[in-house]
DNA sequence: CTGGTATCTGGAGCGCGCTCCAGGTCAAGG
DNA sequence: CCTTGACCTGGAGCGCGCTCCAGATACCAG
């Protein structure tokens, strides 16, 4: 059974030791191997679980659900349901934050194509009366 | 002309007071007008920076750039080319952002769909000995 | 065995983006 | 007028998610 150190553990998660041992310490991490002497020794099944952490940390669930998650996970099959309803309400707060990003990204192009606008036509007097706070349309 | 108490500016602007006094102090908001008294007055377009301030904010601008931003525009429309680059230089972070965001929900569903066949075959023994943590697939 | 690098622990510190507070001033209704 | 609630300033405090540090220990190549 394949086996990493924690400098490993750490080049393939892409989380830093620092944020291993923290994650360890909150909870986020359980059941690590240890060394006769102490050190830790990541395991496959450890990296994917790290894989699942990345995975909610990168679409913004707090760690304090995290933990929440990470407890039931620790608990064995019993708590599927549970973490089920955990995962899915994740992914409702997800889609809803894709939504504002991209209803704000269309804001966003709008007034990059303002900006685009007015070198265009630089010479007009006019335009430069236009005001580049405000939302290109009504 | 429109003008409009620190309230209702924080009302329309979905800022806190706090954060709408936080901000001229950091100088995202400039030149906001000033009753005998010293209390803020301010303006429609100070509303319309202040909703191109959300739309930055929400689509994770950090709070130094938006100064350098707010920099640009307090100087003027000889700055335009610059607050463009800004602009487009953002707009493809917010792109990179909303990608992965895209691609982490697709693992999201992934494991999602993973619990819910659990759900579903519950009484077959074999399935309890997957790995939760891994990706469902490959 | 020895030296050098990797890792350990507990705890302090940090950067960000607000948020709250104290102690006072302003402005509008009665 | 006078009260009452909104607003002012400067500065401290906070919650989050790490990140860094000191001082000690473990592992491994030579």
Known sequence: MTTYTPAAASARSGFSLDTLRYYERIGLLYDIGRTA???RVFTEDDLD???VLRC???TGMPIADMRRY???ARHGDTTNAERLRV???HAVELRRHIATLLEQEQHLHGKIRWYES???GEPDPAALLAEPAAAPGP
């Open 87 to 89: 995962l899915r309400e």
């Open 37 to 39: 002497g102490g050190q």
């Open 49 to 51: 679980w790290l894989g």
């Open 118 to 120: 007015q070198a265009d």
């Open 70 to 72: 990470a407890e039931l």
């Open 56 to 58: 909610l940390r990168e």
